[in-house]
């Protein structure tokens, strides 16, 4: 079946512009996650849904990052004025019901640039 | 709080040549630890997870894992390498009711013909 997939893969913003980044988790899967990925690091993570529940957003490095799944599947990771810091690729994972010992599965990532 | 250390940023072998890969973790509780692989512009694959139970835990494409609590180490293992396994690799731990992932540094591995 159809993994997660996120859009658009690449975007390139300039400094001060509002960005919103989608994620279509795998269907069915109750949790969603998502994590931030800066060049040479490993995943952070940002928060997390449990069906349109946000139940964790301890990641969000500002009151810039907002996230939302009004619907319980699709989820949108807005950013609002960018800052070059925030230079990373957005990753998008889900899991079936969000239990700690389940596999999350990722998408392919949001590479996002704001020069 | 809860952590992950992948002490080698980058490791080159010989196809054919046996792996390790080395991960240690801080964990208040009982640990949940997952091995992903990322490929360049590829998401995350998961390799391996241990959560209880037998502490050598088998994965896909050969790998291995051996839990060693003492330690506070799940170090990553492959008998032999090939071309494909060139890659990012992550450790992650996360426990019960706790569900997001702390992931590593990562280790980039090279392999050389």
């Known amino acids: 079946g159809a993994g997660v997939s996120q859009s658009p893969r690449y975007k390139v913003a300039k400094r001060g512009q509002d960005v919103a980044l989608r994620c279509d988790p795998i269907s069915g899967h109750v949790s969603l996650f998502w994590y931030q990925q800066a060049l040479g690091q490993g995943p952070e993570f940002l928060t997390y849904f449990q069906n349109e529940a946000q139940l964790d957003k301890s990641g969000l490095p500002s009151d810039r990052f907002f996230a939302e799944r009004p619907e319980g599947s699709v989820s949108t990771l807005k950013i609002q004025r960018t800052q070059q810091e925030d230079s990373a690729v957005y990753l998008c994972?889900?899991?079936?019901?969000?239990?700690?010992?389940?596999?999350?599965?990722f998408g392919p990532g949001t590479r996002l640039l704001v020069l | 709080a809860q952590s992950v250390t992948q002490p080698d940023i980058h490791i080159t072998v010989s196809e054919g040549a046996s792996l390790e890969l080395r991960c240690n973790y801080s964990y208040g509780a009982t640990p949940y630890l997952f091995w992903y692989v990322q490929s360049p512009g590829q998401g995350l694959q998961l390799l391996l997870k241990?959560?209880?139970?037998?502490?050598l835990v088998q994965g896909i494409k050969g790998f291995e894992a051996e839990f060693k609590r003492s330690q506070s180490s799940f170090n990553l293992r492959k008998p032999s390498v090939h071309w494909s396994d060139a890659a990012e690799y992550f450790c992650?731990?996360?426990?019960?009711?706790?569900?997001?992932?702390?992931f590593g540094t990562g280790t980039r591995l090279t392999i050389i013909p």
């Open positions: 994972a889900s899991s079936p019901t969000g239990r700690g010992r389940e596999t999350q599965y």
């Open positions: 992650a731990v996360g426990g019960f009711g706790n569900e997001k992932l702390t």
């Open positions: 241990y959560f209880s139970g037998d502490t």
